[in-house]
């Protein structure tokens, strides 16, 4: 028993850990020392473009989180640069306050940014997509027309001059150094965040928001850390680009700027730094190359957006991915460990029995279910069946907090849960998988099944950020029970691959093993077997018992009788949102109703 | 004061009522918001200005061939912004290549026509007033438009196949209504009502290739907050819409008016996000 288990992790897969991490970090050391040389190459009208090529990252490296990672189609970004580059000269100028050091300015300009990036961003929690959209639209044209008429502080069209940091930073090449610096030092920390149990919860939320609720991810809580934080790079390379410009005007902060961001991002693949790093200075330095063309950039950019949304939606980073283009092994058997189950779950402490009392919930007219008792104990496995339409699914979702019931209240250990909370299952230990598997396609296999320890970190987005020791601790942590849990389900040997390039019946193991990751009191399963070949269910039956043996409660709701008379302790049949028997397998398979209703007699 | 407030006011709520009801036309037939739906307008009162006044062409066809140029470039934007991402909606694409087309469109205006604001040509010689044709034209634009869908979606066949589509896709298309076909005809006919509002409201906007923006913003409001998909919804929010921003222009005065619809709009919606006529959420899991 401890020799697979001992084989599993530490020094091969750590080896290859440190390589990969070493091949994905070159071509940013690459860039580095480009970035650090460049004053020797570079005459001096390239060095005012690779200095706009930084302001445009910090801006863009921040909004990449929210739209590449979280999927926010927040177009108006633009606004946040608007405001940060009037708040840091106007309080560098001393229009208002007296004067201020200009990186005094810059500060408040970023905790300002990262106020208004919380506004701009909060009604995403809200609206749906092309709503949030055009509020963001409004946003930016709003805060330009405000700082055309705001004439005492702004300057109104007349402008204000940008600020001017202190000497050796007033030169060309030690602005350029500053900026560069901020440019690092954002890549760095949105690599930090994007790798991080955070940045794997905002792909989750983008691709798979269901799923993210079931895992314990609270989105608002997330996506206002993202956006205080977008919102304040957004406003210091606006601090930045007013000192470029040396003199801002209203007109410098058009629709077109936001349009280019957002290029630059998708340009580069969601999801990804390094793609977004390398659009931005693809963007920023284009236009130099194409001269004559001057008028028709935006033109140019409004085609190549259309041509990428149509042609290569993953952008540069897909392209780039050669390792998942490698063929995988065409006949892959799924074999499940389940005698590592002890090792990922412990010992499943005891939150006493899931009950549902009298729960009912109609849709219209349809009673879904109605009138519902159920128990669920801890160590066994509990079958749900019925016809379609007979409630089954339902059930699994007012217990998940998908759905509130009307009437009823459903407990763990006798508290009611509260209604609709949905992350806050997971908090109680109860993990569930779906009907269509919810799995971040771009990701990879072991990255979903890292999703579902999200609420085991105990470090912060700050901490995260600057990759802290916590971070750290956290991340290797979940990486060792991802891996053990994609042995528990038979899948390790996937774990580096992109998780849309799996078979079926291998997203729903990866489902499992996200679910497994919560250490759960209970599992909800819906119609795990479906998709599966016969020998694959066997070997889930195995897995399920073993999981129940483990001291969880399994409930399963399953249209194979097989699966369900072989593994199950207790059966509960359902029609028409009513219980129409309950016993023990045996008991069920002589039920004379059951058997004309629906096992077919 | 008061008369102009709600002359103005009630006919620029009807433009806005239109680009909504272009908006809805499109969503319906298809379940996208298009970023094209301001560039119609603003379209409608380029072409206009460059047929009438520019080449000289009489009203009637002037009139004619800039509906007709809205219908074609509706259909343009479902063929290369909508048919090549609907099959995988949920990742909202959507957005983003409409938002390409519509910028690619207004840029080539800016080029081609120039970025000042052009007058658009008098269509009627009659009397000015406060009953002035740049007043009732876009009510009369808004009232035919009325009109004539309601009497398509309740009299005519093809007008119950639209409701169809729009209340089922899939069932609609199970019973062998030809979906892409009736897809095509929402939108050249979401295009010559776009059209047809920057047309009557013309005088009022100039040819002008920066109100396609403000026309995709301003005329979303009233599909946001009539619920999406309504037309009465939309053109009585559009009427609040234009009367609330020509009173509030009259009082704080036109940037801050903008600022104060902008607030009211993102606190309505923030408080009611499916409008304030419109319907729930639906089944996610």
Redesign the interface.
Known sequence: MDTPAAQLRPSHANALGLTFALGAATPFLLLLLIGIAFPLFGGGYWGLIATRACVYWVLVSGLNLVVGFA?Q?A?GWVALLTLGAYATSVLAAGNVTPALPPFLALAIAAFIGGVFGVIIGL?AL??????F???T???A??VT??A??WQSVTGGGVGVPGPIFPAPLSSQWGFYYLCFAFAALCTWMTANVGSSRFGRALTAIRDAE?AAEACGIAKPALLTMVFVFSGALAAVAGGLFASLQSYITPDAFT?DLS?LF?IAI?IGGRGSILGPLLGTILLTVLPEFAAPLV??S??L???L??VI??AI?GGIAEMLDFKNRRPLETHRAIVPRPELLERLLGAIPDVGALTLEQVALSFGGVKAIDGLDLEIRRGQVHGLIGPNGSGK?TTL?VISG?YAQQHGAVRLNGVPLPLLARHRRAHLRIART?QTPRIVGSASVLQNVMIGGTIDGSGTFVESLLSLPRHRRDESKLNDAAMLALAVVGLERLAAVCADRLQHSELRFTEIARALMLRPAYLLLDEPAAGLSAEEIERLGALLLAVARAGTGVLVVEHHPDLIFDICHRVTVLNLGKILAAGSPAEIRSHREVVNAYLGG | MVQSIVSTGVAIGCIYALIGIAYNVMFSASRVFSFTAGTLGMLGGVLGSLFIAVMGLPVALGFILALAAGAVFGVVTEIVAVRPVLRSLDQHLYVLSTLALALIVQQFTAIEWGTDARPFPRLFDIARGAFDQQFWLPMLACAVVIIGLELLYRRTLIGHAFLAIAEDSYAARALGLPERRLRILSFALAGAIGALAGFAGGEMLLAFFGNAPLLTFYGFIPVALGGMGSQRGAVVAGLLLGLFQQAANFLVGGIFASVAVFSVFIIVLLARPEGLAGAGLQRRV
């Open positions: 999927g189609i177009i009604p809200r609206l749906r997509t092309f709503y959209a055009i509020t639209l409004g946003f044209t709003i027309q405000v055309l008429a269901v629709l349009v957002f998708l008028a028709w935006t033109f950019y409004a085609v957006l259309l949304v149509l939606p699914t979702n998908y779906f």
